[in-house]
């Protein structure tokens, strides 16, 4: 038995071990998180960009998507306890597994941001040859059809998480994904602030602000909706992480609103605050679901309530 | 080979959790059932399983907590025996001390009287992965290095195993776990490979009280149900159950208890389920929140064009 300091719910632990094992994803995967979801929302803007005839918004997006997927798939596999073994992901498609999933939502996404962004960065020299006019040629269809996975991309990640015994992550299945694809709207809106001059950015000013207030109203309902196990969310680092995901993403909006339009040094300067709110955002999330795993309070005192709700009234 | 998902493969009852993965014609579930009123925490599980299985040594370390210097299961320890002292409890009432007539060691307040006695009671308990009918691990595994066998267990296989770790927070009891320096997801195999030859797992065998029984799930369950019986006419009325209804969270335990206090006490969760249960459920949200991403982003360039 622990002590229990007053007001707590009673629960009983064993020496106060913790019940679950800790995640073993540590920053490396809200590393992967953040740039999974800005490479998703580069994509979706850098199509819309082509779509509407902003070339800078266009080509920044676009090599943003290509280089946050492979910096982003770089972090995924360092991740993995055996990283040579990585293609061991392509044996299976497993549709019980959100990691099955993602790993075929990525290998159908990234041929698509790869030549997007190659038309963009191709030399002078190559773009006269065949191959050259071929990846031009290929680069709006394969930017669109990116852009149509782009939001599962974003959001599956969330299921990811959901899918598990952690029960700060599993508890928040209702929101997590509003909250990824969200903060997957406010990166890469923040990214677009920097790459594109004002006049092109509108598209990116608004898709930040889309995201900033969905992200606002779903971490609010989060935490009071999840009682006991939205403490995780709030209190120590996780708590900590996501204020400053809040602070830094409301003054991003903020400037990007109201100074976005007249100064580029503004725009970037908004940019690098919604993209830095972005990567707190998932670095407390993670941290959140560590922390829940971590303190036995939080698996065994929701079971135990769910056990004597039961108790009062049977199942028929 | 493709097995079909049917509609209780995710949650609920599940008769033959082998033939659902797609074995054809499987031998009977096999499993454990752990009946800690008659442990005596000798750590012969502990100690055959690691011989057994090979498994690695985890540190010399003095945990503080009674006679567990194991302190939980993980990647090198398959087999934990729990030690809780309890001075008193509401759950066993005061009984007289019974002469086993055994060689004397003499009663505690024998001499002092029986006022001056504490009530005191020490509980064991041989704690094991429990090859659930669902499994949280199995399910979330994106490479198949974890399986279900032919003997309705469930099994890692090293050779495939990359250490992505997401069993490891799938599993609502925390067993599995990421070996350090190796990089691999561990657990308890049920000594796969002894039952292969019909012999069963290490650590029954060498149980001395038959603490640990191994044999077909179906017949563990009647057995447990008759010792509990048992043990309620001897007005041990705490002895209770712990993962054999096919109707929790998991879909019943391959291996399963005979507790003497609420699970918690043991460190195990008091109503385990199995993440998968929510997954339709999950994936719902995502699509919902997949679509507003996409509005979101069709309607910042279509009322953009003007600027």
Redesign the interface.
Known sequence: MTDRPSGEPAYASYYGRPILKPPVWKDDIAYYFFLGGLSAGSTLLGAGADQTDRPALRRGSRVAALGSLALGGYFLVKDLGRPERFHHMLRVAKPTSPMSMGTWLLTAYGPGVGIAAASELMPRRIRRTTLGRLIDGLARPAGLAAAAIAPAVASYTAVLLSQTAVPAWHESHEELPFIFTASAAVSAGGLGMIVAPPHEAAPARRLAMFGAIIELFASRRLESRLGLVGEAFSTGEAGRDLRRASTLTAVGTLGSVLLGRRSRAAAVASGVALLAGGLYERLGLLRAGTASATDPKYTVAPQRQRLESRVNEPRE | MIGK?GKQS?YGPLDDPARDAGHAEPPPRVGFFTDTSVCIGCKACEVACKEWNNVPDDGFDL?G?SY?NT??L?ANSWRHV?F?EQRSTSQTPAREPVDLGMPAFELPGARTGAESRQEFRWLMASDVCKHCTHA?CL???????LFRTEFGTVVVQQD???????C???????????REG????QKCTLCYDRLKDGLEPACAKACPTDSIQFGVLDELRDRAHARVERLHADGRTEARLYGADPNDGVGGDGAFFLLLD?P?????????VV??R??P???R??????????G??????V???R?
């Open positions: 998902i995710l945990l907590m567990d302190g939980s993980g729990a809780v949280g399910d979330v595994c994106p490479t198949g290095a495939i195993c990359n250490g992505c770790g997401y490891v927070s799938a599993c609502p009891y925390g067993v599995i776990e990421r190796d990089g691999r997801a609420e918690e006490v043991y460190g195990l969760p008091p109503d385990p993440p998968t929510d997954l459920r999950m994936w949200y995502a699509g919902a929140a997949a679509l507003a991403f996409f979101a982003a069709v309607s910042a360039f009322e953009g064009r600027r």
